[in-house]
């Protein structure tokens, strides 16, 4: 049973974004850091950004750095990836990540996952 679950994606030809959700139905997300992870087929998971619990710190993964965009809405429950100029190698499947006890977090042992959204990016 996934304590996460992650909405959004799809096919988009590059150049095109996306916006990714993570929601946790049962569960208040405003005391967990939160982080973004993505998954591509044969390789291993990869690090795409983390937020902290009040979202004022974020930190990215190189190869998206400058053009995704982590963000929260604590009243609403939900965390964002904003992805802006997909490019192809951004094709993965993305994983919503919660870490509880954490004001902030840039490990990889989360407490809570989700089971993913694929997200296509055609050239």
């Known amino acids: 049973q996934a304590h996460l679950v992650e909405s959004g994606g799809g096919l988009v030809q590059a150049g095109g974004s996306l916006r990714l959700s993570c929601a946790a139905p049962g569960r208040t997300l405003s005391t967990y850091a939160m982080g973004w992870f993505r998954q591509a087929p044969g390789k291993e998971r990869e690090f795409v950004a983390a937020i902290s619990a009040n979202g004022g710190s974020t930190l990215y993964g190189t190869s998206v750095k400058g053009r995704f965009t982590i963000s929260r809405d604590n009243a609403n429950n939900t965390v964002y990836l904003q992805m802006n100029s997909l490019k192809p190698e951004d094709t993965a499947v993305y994983y919503c990540?919660?870490?509880?006890?954490?004001?902030?977090?840039?490990?990889?042992?989360?407490?809570?996952w989700g089971q993913g959204t694929q997200v296509t990016v055609s050239s």
């Open positions: 990540a919660a870490k509880a006890g954490r004001s902030m977090y840039v490990g990889h042992e989360y407490d809570y």
